[in-house]
């Protein structure tokens, strides 16, 4: 049976942020997905800078672990990266910017 306030599927990304805001409740998952994204930055950005592409190989790992935690032992629910790879991957990025900015906080405002 389908959850009748959501869509069967999102069709753009202005639509489905709001539902990932709201699979990101859980203040310690929201720090986890922080910490993952900022890390993936600063390894992305040593790796390219110095030569080091090697280093790559481990920003799936870091970006996907910190956050898969978070949804497995906080939010206890599915990451949305297996129904919507490009969606969640713009919205870690988005949430973690307006986290950085104050226009979100590690506490939800739902």
């Given amino acids: 049976m389908a959850d009748a306030s959501k869509p069967e599927r999102y069709t753009s990304f202005r639509a489905f942020y709001p539902y990932y805001l709201s699979e990101h409740q859980h203040t310690t998952s ?7 994204t900022a890390l993936l930055i600063l390894v992305a950005i040593v790796a390219l800078s110095t030569g080091r592409y090697n280093l790559l190989w481990a920003l799936p790992v870091i970006g996907y672990g910190f956050a898969w935690v978070g949804h497995f032992f ?3 629910n599915k990451p949305a990266t297996f129904k919507y790879p490009f969606y969640s991957l713009a919205s870690d990025f988005k949430l ?9 906080g590690f506490r939800s405002r739902k």
């Fill in 30 to 36: 929201r720090v986890l997905h922080f910490t993952g």
């Fill in 74 to 76: 906080f939010e206890r």
């Fill in 96 to 104: 973690f910017f307006d986290i950085l900015t104050g226009k979100e």
